[in-house]
């Protein structure tokens, strides 16, 4: 893996950030008024966890605390799409828009996954 400066350089920093603006497109253009500080709020919030606790674990220079905030950013991925589907319950959105949301959740989660076993990976070998 290359080695990167910044964390919006990191490859999965830059796959959520596309997924929390087209959650963001999509919530301000299909959601009703009425749920402005209920389900909209809150899928906001969980959406811009999403990077900004990728954004946290790199700006701690450890191994370990970087992980542990990857695995909220996960959390909070997945809690962006459990929103996303309470929205299609709710009629606000359609089957075709959460099952592209479902496609870019899928993608995200695999590459947090693979910067999480990287950053365990790299721990093990700063250890040795």
Known sequence: ???YNHFYDLPVYKLCRNFRRKISV?????FPKMEEYHLKAQV??????????IAEGFGRY????????????RG???????HMIT?????????D???????????????????IKYLKAAKS???K
């Open 62 to 73: 450890h191994y370990q605390e970087n992980i542990q905030f990857c695995r909220q950013s």
């Open 97 to 115: 828009i959460l099952s592209e949301l479902n496609k870019d959740y899928k993608e995200c989660l695999k590459e947090l996954n693979a910067y």
């Open 1 to 3: 893996m290359a080695t």
């Open 76 to 82: 909070s991925l997945t809690e962006s799409l459990d």
């Open 125 to 127: 070998a700063d250890t």
């Open 44 to 53: 906001f919030d969980s959406s811009r966890s999403v990077t900004a606790n």
């Open 87 to 95: 929205a299609y319950d709710e009629k606000y959105i359609t089957k």
């Open 26 to 30: 999509i919530t301000v253009k299909y």
